[in-house]
């Protein structure tokens, strides 16, 4: 039985990884990027499932899905206080929305990556991200809803 869809995504993807995804995604790919990791000793690893939702979203060049895998994955940067991945991720997302011209999701990554950009001390870019974006000109404050 197909529940929303999940199991024909499922099926889906399993066709595409021999087609597609296991020239780009194999053994030495990911050996090479555990190497890496391991070289670093980082003090910690987030891997999400986002991770693989922003590879997909990219190939098919889907806008809104494309936001929101970078928004989700700086606000899992910004959790885990890793402020460089979460700006890269955040700002990427802000300039998606804005080609969206989607203001809630404005919003909504504007104040999280205003939060990111605090934590740095960088506090004239928060509030130019904030008075831009949040409170645009001659525009009442509103809820996303």
């Given amino acids: 039985m197909v529940d929303g869809g999940h199991e024909v995504g499922r099926i889906t993807g399993y066709i595409n990884w021999p087609r597609n995804r296991r020239k780009t995604f194999n053994d030495g790919a990911l050996g090479a990027i555990v190497a890496e990791m ?3 000793a980082p003090d ?3 891997v999400t499932g986002d991770l ?3 590879a997909l979203a990219e190939e098919i060049g889907h806008g809104e899905w494309r936001t929101e ?3 989700r ?3 899992i940067h910004a959790d885990l206080l890793a402020a460089v ?3 890269q991720h955040l700002d990427r997302a802000l300039e998606l929305a804005r080609g969206l011209a989607s203001r809630c999701l404005e919003r909504m990554i504007a104040g999280t990556l205003a939060s990111v950009c605090v934590e740095a001390g960088e506090l004239g870019h928060a509030r ?3 008075d831009d ?3 645009g000109p001659d525009e009442p404050p509103y809820p996303c809803i």
Avoid: C, E, I, Q
């Fill in 69 to 71: 895998a970078h928004f």
């Fill in 52 to 54: 693989m939702n922003l």
């Fill in 44 to 46: 910690h690893v987030a």
């Fill in 73 to 75: 994955l700086g606000a």
């Fill in 85 to 87: 991945p979460a700006r």
């Fill in 133 to 135: 974006t949040v409170l």
């Fill in 38 to 40: 391991t070289d670093a």
């Fill in 128 to 130: 130019s991200l904030l």
